[in-house]
């Protein structure tokens, strides 16, 4: 009976002794715990200023591309930012945090940025700094868990570059025989026709000189005009063509490449993209996605892709589309279509340089 009675009494000691462990530890466990978290939280807000201060690059970029105006752009860069939240608020910029200036590629390929005054002829570049910091639009950011190896706050700062340059473009045109069957606008060729003068409109109205040619598809393919300037040269062109055929999408993004890097009319600085429409199914010859990879690998050309009317086979250009680095859009009918050349027309290419 003794024994018995001792045995218990060591049980409940031995019990007893984990208590002052546990006190001991569990502070150190909640303050690793809370640091821990802490760092998640810097993380989660570094890449929401990041993606914030990309935006507003961005936009800024594409507006002072099309106006050439550093107020117009400001404006939308700050708007830009604003719909974008760091940390549960949105990003608010000063003025000061947006500069204008010149952009372009060294011998390595690095872009450069430099600073120039805003009434500068030919700005391309815009500069943006976003900043969570003591005294800035939007302050710093707090920690989730204050007192735990920290100040209470952190002040992370974010820098982009996005420029907009020259570019040189080959639309691949599909003339196979679905193209003239009968929509509201005429026929599928009529519809097309009318979407590439718009896209010619848009490109005729921004402040860079954009060289543009054209090659057909059907049962095989040509390259029907080389990069120019005369725009209406190219539409007579157009004009001139007929349909019928088959749908060699392949081959016609081959004379795409042939045309955008021909040196005789291909600019060594210039943005290079293919843009590919068709109304139907690939059924001749080398596979687009193949060629399309080729483009943009080998070459560094984006291959952006069309597809119209409900007939054509959306899926198979999307996968073109992201072998070429490129964007995939689908109209239904003349309006939708040329909606999509006009924004087309308007993006390509704003770049993110730094």
């Known amino acids: 009976m003794i024994i018995q009675r001792v045995t218990n009494v060591n049980k409940r000691n031995r019990r007893g002794a984990m208590l002052p462990l546990i006190v001991v530890c569990l502070p150190v466990i909640l303050a690793f715990s809370a640091f821990a978290v802490n760092i998640a939280w810097m993380q989660l807000t570094r890449t929401e200023l990041r993606t914030a201060t990309d935006a507003a690059a961005r936009a800024g970029s594409r507006m002072l591309s099309r106006t050439q105006d550093p107020d117009i752009a400001r404006a939308v860069a700050i708007n830009a930012a604003s719909r974008n939240t760091v940390a549960g608020h949105s990003l608010a910029l000063d003025s000061t945090d947006i500069i204008f200036g010149t952009s372009a590629p060294d011998r390595a390929g690095a872009w450069l940025f430099t600073q120039q005054p805003e009434n500068t002829n030919g700005l391309n570049g815009v500069h943006v700094t976003g900043r969570r910091t003591t005294g800035s639009a939007s302050g710093a950011i707090p920690m989730l868990f204050t007192g735990f190896f920290d100040h209470g706050h952190f002040e992370p700062v974010k820098t982009a570059v996005a420029s907009h340059m020259d570019r040189d473009v080959m639309l691949v045109l599909d003339r196979s025989g679905s ?4 929509t509201r606008g005429g026929n599928r060729w009529r519809n097309l026709k009318r979407a590439v003068t718009a896209f010619l409109d848009a490109l005729a109205s921004t402040p860079q000189d954009e060289l543009v040619g054209v090659a057909t598809y059907s049962s ?14 190219l539409m007579t062109t157009i004009d001139e063509l007929s349909v019928g055929g088959a749908t060699a999408i392949g081959r016609g993004i081959q004379d795409g490449i042939a045309g955008v890097t021909d040196p005789s009319f291909a ?15 690939h059924n001749r010859r080398v596979l687009p996605e193949y060629v399309a990879r080729t483009a943009h690998n080998t070459y560094g050309i984006t291959v952006h892709t069309i597809t119209f009317s409900k007939g054509a086979d959306q899926s198979h ?38």
């Open 317 to 354: 250009m999307q996968l073109v589309a992201r072998k070429g680095g490129g964007r995939h859009w689908h109209a239904d009918d003349q309006a939708e279509l040329i909606a999509v050349f006009e924004e087309i027309a308007n993006n390509l290419p704003t770049l993110l340089t730094e």
């Open 267 to 281: 600019r060594a600085n210039a943005a290079k993209t293919i843009v590919v429409m068709t109304d139907g199914q």
């Open 220 to 233: 095989s393919s040509t390259l029907d005009e080389n990069m120019t300037l005369d725009y209406a040269r």
């Open 179 to 182: 193209m003239r069957r009968r």
